[in-house]
DNA sequence: TCTTTGACGCTGA
DNA sequence: ATCAGCGCCAAAG
């Protein structure tokens, strides 16, 4: 029961589409503790070496790229996400509604 | 140990 | 729309 949380995570964030984006609550909520959104930043910052890690497409509830400062720089974030065709604006996604990716456990096998 | 600090999010004023 | 306050819990000093 323990570790448990951050392997969801960690499964759910790589299986993110490229193009999309999802948010720390829906991802905290989809590896079954709502409330604790903020460890989910805190398990991506520990995995920010990993390359298999799309923490990139991680951003908070208003799509404001929060997450850019722990980047190699601060510009990185939002480079890759408008490489794979997502508007960021002022660190901030246009029209974030639109490319929001609700995650589900069972979605990702 | 106790305190502060967050890649967050909700509620209420 | 904006802003402070609070709950959450791990880490660092």
Redo the contacts with the bound molecule.
Sequence with gaps: MNGDFEEKVLRIVKCIPAGKVT???LIARAAGNE????????I??RM?FNPEIP?HR?V??NGML??KW?FETPDLMASLLISEGIPVKNDRIDRFKSYLWIPELNHCE
């Design positions: 948010t720390y609550g409330s604790a959104a903020r460890m989910v930043g805190w991506l910052n920010k923490a991680v908070n509830r929060t997450g722990h």
